[in-house]
């Protein structure tokens, strides 16, 4: 089974309105955390924002803010205010377990396209 | 703010050839990692480093590659003897360690085997 799923190959949003990219992922240990990365044409990873498996809140971190269900296992990440500059591709990852160092699973990705 | 760095940007390598990646991580980091991504793929996990030496590895670290720190700043991917399935990026990554902490990922390398 998958360790992360994004089922969203394609997503296009218009300037300024708000977007949500879907996440979910498959894991029995009870401590993980959840982190979601943008990738742009240039190809770099650039980190975005980290959710612990045992965190209250949803993390926020600037126009970006991470739905988490656990429950459903769900970690979507909520674009708000979309910006032309967030077109890219957005991954999402998990790493198990409590030790900080194990690696991380990623998802396939999803490409946003902001249209102006 | 302190990044990760990876020299060269690209590689473009014969068959068979050995290449090797440079990183530097972060200077206060104390993990570090090698993932590749294939054209239109995801990110894939290929080994982790700890304390000069492997912690963990994929099936796909076989025998052809390995990993070294040879000095206080460096990390190598070394591959021995390149084909063309190894055409891919190859991101360095470093992280403190702690759980709540990220891997920082650097630029990438773009291997390309001809």
């Known amino acids: 089974a998958q360790k992360i799923t994004q089922t969203q190959p394609g997503m296009f949003v218009q300037e300024k309105e708000a977007v949500t990219l879907d996440c979910t992922y498959d894991?029995?240990?009870?401590?993980?955390?959840l982190f979601w990365y943008k990738q742009p044409s240039s190809g770099e990873m650039i980190f975005l924002i980290y959710q612990g498996s045992y965190d209250q809140q949803n993390a926020t971190e600037g126009r970006y803010s991470l739905n988490f269900q656990k429950a459903r296992k769900s970690a979507n990440l909520v674009i708000s205010a979309s910006q032309l500059g967030d077109s890219a591709m957005y991954f999402c990852?998990?790493?198990?377990?409590?030790?900080?160092?194990?690696?991380?699973?990623f998802g396939s990705g999803t490409k946003l396209n902001v249209k102006p | 703010e302190p990044e990760v760095t990876q020299t060269p940007s690209h590689q473009v390598t014969q068959m068979g050839q050995e290449v090797i990646l440079r990183c530097v991580p972060i200077s206060n980091h104390l993990y570090f990692y090698w993932y590749r991504q294939i054209l239109g793929q995801k990110v894939e996990f290929l080994v982790s480093?700890?304390?000069?030496?492997?912690?963990?590895k994929s099936e796909i670290f076989d025998d052809q590659f390995s990993v070294e720190r040879p000095d206080g700043s460096n990390f190598t991917l070394k591959i021995r003897s390149t084909k063309l399935e190894d055409s891919a990026m190859y991101f360095c990554?470093?992280?403190?360690?702690?759980?709540?902490?990220?891997?920082?990922f650097g630029p990438g390398t773009r291997l390309t085997v001809l």
């Open positions: 990852a998990m790493r198990e377990g409590q030790l900080g160092f194990n690696k991380f699973y």
């Open positions: 894991t029995s240990d009870p401590s993980y955390g």
């Open positions: 990554a470093s992280s403190g360690g702690l759980p709540t902490d990220t891997q920082y």
């Open positions: 480093f700890y304390n000069n030496e492997i912690s963990e």
